[in-house]
Protein backbone atom coordinates (compact mmCIF):
# COMPACT_ATOMS: atom_id res chain seq x y z
CA UNK A 1 0.00 0.00 0.00
CA UNK A 2 1.34 3.45 -0.98
CA UNK A 3 2.22 6.17 1.87
CA UNK A 4 -0.98 7.86 -0.03
CA UNK A 5 -3.56 4.77 0.69
CA UNK A 6 -2.47 4.14 3.67
CA UNK A 7 -2.76 7.96 4.95
CA UNK A 8 -6.59 8.15 3.25
CA UNK A 9 -7.25 4.80 5.08
CA UNK A 10 -5.71 6.12 8.67
CA UNK A 11 -7.95 9.38 8.23
CA UNK A 12 -11.01 6.83 7.66
CA UNK A 13 -10.21 5.17 10.43
CA UNK A 14 -9.91 7.92 12.41
CA UNK A 15 -13.40 9.74 11.51
CA UNK A 16 -15.39 5.78 12.13
CA UNK A 17 -13.74 6.01 15.27
CA UNK A 18 -14.61 9.25 16.65
CA UNK A 19 -18.61 8.75 14.80
CA UNK A 20 -18.73 5.89 17.24
CA UNK A 21 -17.36 6.59 20.10
CA UNK A 22 -17.82 10.68 20.02
CA UNK A 23 -16.18 12.61 23.57
CA UNK A 24 -18.36 15.13 23.51
CA UNK A 25 -21.64 14.45 23.24
CA UNK A 26 -24.41 15.79 25.47
CA UNK A 27 -24.99 19.08 26.92
CA UNK A 28 -23.22 21.53 28.84
CA UNK A 29 -23.85 22.22 32.12
CA UNK A 30 -25.00 25.53 32.20
CA UNK A 31 -26.27 26.46 28.77
CA UNK A 32 -24.84 29.50 27.74
CA UNK A 33 -25.76 29.39 24.07
CA UNK A 34 -27.28 26.79 22.02
CA UNK A 35 -27.92 26.53 18.32
CA UNK A 36 -29.35 23.57 16.00
CA UNK A 37 -27.72 22.85 12.44
CA UNK A 38 -29.67 21.06 10.22
CA UNK A 39 -29.42 19.64 6.79
CA UNK A 40 -32.87 18.14 5.54
CA UNK A 41 -31.08 17.14 2.63
CA UNK A 42 -29.44 14.66 4.21
CA UNK A 43 -31.26 13.93 7.48
CA UNK A 44 -27.93 14.85 9.33
CA UNK A 45 -29.28 17.51 12.55
CA UNK A 46 -26.79 18.36 15.31
CA UNK A 47 -27.82 20.38 18.25
CA UNK A 48 -24.83 22.52 19.90
CA UNK A 49 -24.43 24.05 23.70
CA UNK A 50 -21.88 26.37 24.44
CA UNK A 51 -20.99 26.82 28.24
CA UNK A 52 -18.63 30.14 28.54
CA UNK A 53 -16.46 31.69 31.05
CA UNK A 54 -17.94 34.88 33.27
CA UNK A 55 -16.79 37.42 30.49
CA UNK A 56 -18.29 35.60 27.45
CA UNK A 57 -14.98 36.15 25.54
CA UNK A 58 -13.75 32.20 25.99
CA UNK A 59 -15.55 29.17 24.81
CA UNK A 60 -15.46 26.54 28.61
CA UNK A 61 -17.31 23.97 26.71
CA UNK A 62 -19.11 22.59 23.20
CA UNK A 63 -21.12 19.84 23.57
CA UNK A 64 -23.52 18.43 21.17
CA UNK A 65 -26.38 15.98 20.07
CA UNK A 66 -28.22 14.74 17.67
CA UNK A 67 -27.95 12.45 14.42
CA UNK A 68 -25.84 12.41 11.43
CA UNK A 69 -23.34 10.59 9.00
CA UNK A 70 -19.74 9.33 10.37
CA UNK A 71 -18.80 12.65 8.98
CA UNK A 72 -20.93 14.83 10.11
CA UNK A 73 -20.52 13.25 14.12
CA UNK A 74 -16.99 13.21 13.73
CA UNK A 75 -16.79 17.17 12.66
CA UNK A 76 -18.63 17.86 15.43
CA UNK A 77 -17.06 15.83 18.10
CA UNK A 78 -13.92 17.16 16.67
CA UNK A 79 -14.67 20.43 16.54
CA UNK A 80 -15.95 20.43 20.15
CA UNK A 81 -12.61 19.34 21.15
CA UNK A 82 -10.53 21.69 19.39
CA UNK A 83 -12.41 25.32 20.24
CA UNK A 84 -13.20 24.69 23.81
CA UNK A 85 -11.07 26.72 25.73
CA UNK A 86 -10.42 29.36 22.75
CA UNK A 87 -11.72 32.73 22.74
CA UNK A 88 -14.83 33.58 20.30
CA UNK A 89 -11.90 35.58 17.84
CA UNK A 90 -10.05 32.41 17.72
CA UNK A 91 -12.81 30.01 17.20
CA UNK A 92 -14.07 32.37 14.24
CA UNK A 93 -10.82 32.28 13.25
CA UNK A 94 -10.28 28.46 12.61
CA UNK A 95 -13.45 27.99 11.81
CA UNK A 96 -13.25 29.99 8.31
CA UNK A 97 -9.95 28.38 8.09
CA UNK A 98 -11.54 24.75 8.51
CA UNK A 99 -13.35 25.72 5.91
CA UNK A 100 -10.65 27.25 3.24
CA UNK A 101 -9.17 23.98 4.14
CA UNK A 102 -12.17 22.04 3.29
CA UNK A 103 -12.93 24.01 0.03
CA UNK A 104 -9.23 23.40 -0.77
CA UNK A 105 -8.16 26.94 -0.82
CA UNK A 106 -5.73 26.33 1.35
CA UNK A 107 -3.62 23.16 2.08
CA UNK A 108 -2.98 21.51 5.78
CA UNK A 109 -3.73 23.48 9.11
CA UNK A 110 -0.54 23.17 10.94
CA UNK A 111 -1.05 24.10 13.97
CA UNK A 112 -4.51 21.76 14.24
CA UNK A 113 -3.15 18.64 13.08
CA UNK A 114 -6.44 16.18 14.08
CA UNK A 115 -8.31 18.66 12.02
CA UNK A 116 -6.21 17.76 9.06
CA UNK A 117 -8.31 14.46 8.63
CA UNK A 118 -10.78 15.67 6.84
CA UNK A 119 -8.76 17.28 4.40
CA UNK A 120 -9.40 14.69 1.53
CA UNK A 121 -13.23 15.56 1.79
CA UNK A 122 -12.23 18.79 -0.68
CA UNK A 123 -12.47 16.14 -3.26
CA UNK A 124 -16.09 15.21 -2.83
CA UNK A 125 -17.57 18.58 -2.54
CA UNK A 126 -21.08 17.33 -1.58
CA UNK A 127 -20.17 15.37 1.68
CA UNK A 128 -18.42 18.93 2.76
CA UNK A 129 -22.09 20.21 3.77
CA UNK A 130 -21.89 16.76 6.24
CA UNK A 131 -18.16 18.00 7.43
CA UNK A 132 -19.47 21.95 8.01
CA UNK A 133 -23.14 21.47 9.80
CA UNK A 134 -21.02 21.84 12.70
CA UNK A 135 -19.24 24.52 12.07
CA UNK A 136 -21.89 26.68 10.55
CA UNK A 137 -23.68 26.15 13.56
CA UNK A 138 -21.26 27.16 16.01
CA UNK A 139 -20.36 30.41 13.61
CA UNK A 140 -24.14 31.36 13.97
CA UNK A 141 -24.30 30.85 17.35
CA UNK A 142 -20.55 32.98 17.90
CA UNK A 143 -22.19 35.93 16.28
Known sequence: MNTQNHL?????QTILERAKHPQNQGKTNPIHQQ????????????????????TNQIIEDIKFQGKGCALTIASADLMAETL??????????IIEKFRQMLKGEISLLD?????????????????????????????????
Open 8 to 12: RNLQY
Open 35 to 54: QLGNNPICGDRIELTIKFNQ
Open 84 to 93: SGKTVEEALE
Open 111 to 143: NLPKLNIFQGVSQFPIRIKCVLLSWHALKAALK
